[in-house]
């Protein structure tokens, strides 16, 4: 919500794919998602810039192993930093930048298959909740925005927003999120 806040215009064209695809007034329902690919797009942009858990559960090497030039060695334990995969610009065009379109005609998922989006890991240890989340983020963030234009709090422009992020083992923002909902 906050990128979209943000990013007005991103806010715009998602609200246009949902009143073209449900229609203004109808709620959006669980078999609606898949066809809804700009809201698609925006959770994948949301979850690639803002993990919810910036690192992966800690995993230990079986034995040494090298890794681009690097020896992990037997034993160590291993954090893969999610939040920086998602940043790196060795994957991703302006990778600071919010742009949902990225991902329009991409078969790049966050099912763990794709390494440069795993915001919920990958293999044996992939998160449990992944199924749930896939189908209650843009059900969620998707009759958010169809029911509802959003207002800063106090006029704010959208480009003065604080977007620092606090990490612990959860990444938050570091200010909360002040909006209004307006009926549209």
């Known amino acids: 919500m906050a990128e979209l806040l943000r990013n007005p215009e991103k806010m715009k064209l998602a609200q246009a794919e949902l009143e073209e695809i449900i229609g203004k007034g109808n709620p959006i329902e669980e078999p609606d998602i898949g066809r809804l690919p700009y809201l698609?797009?925006?959770?994948?942009?949301t979850l690639r810039l803002h993990p919810a858990v910036p690192f992966l559960v800690p995993r230990k090497a079986d034995s040494d192993v090298s890794l681009f030039g690097f020896t992990v060695p037997k034993d160590a334990q291993v954090l893969i930093n999610v939040w920086a995969i998602g940043k790196d610009p060795e994957n991703w065009?302006?990778?600071?930048?919010f742009q949902p379109e990225r991902f329009l005609g991409s078969e790049c998922d966050?099912?763990?298959?794709d390494f440069e989006l795993i915001p919920f890991g990958a293999g044996r240890r992939i998160c449990p909740g992944l199924p749930l989340a896939i189908r209650m983020i843009p059900l969620m963030l998707g009759s958010l925005i169809h029911k509802f234009d959003w207002a800063l709090e106090g006029q704010t422009p959208p480009e003065k927003m604080d977007m620092?992020?606090?990490?612990?083992f959860a990444l938050v923002k570091a200010q909360h999120l002040r909006a209004t909902p307006l009926r549209r």
């Open 93 to 97: 065009q302006n990778p600071k930048s």
């Open 110 to 113: 966050v099912k763990g298959h």
């Open 40 to 45: 698609q797009a925006v959770v994948k942009e």
């Open 164 to 168: 620092e992020e606090r990490f612990g």
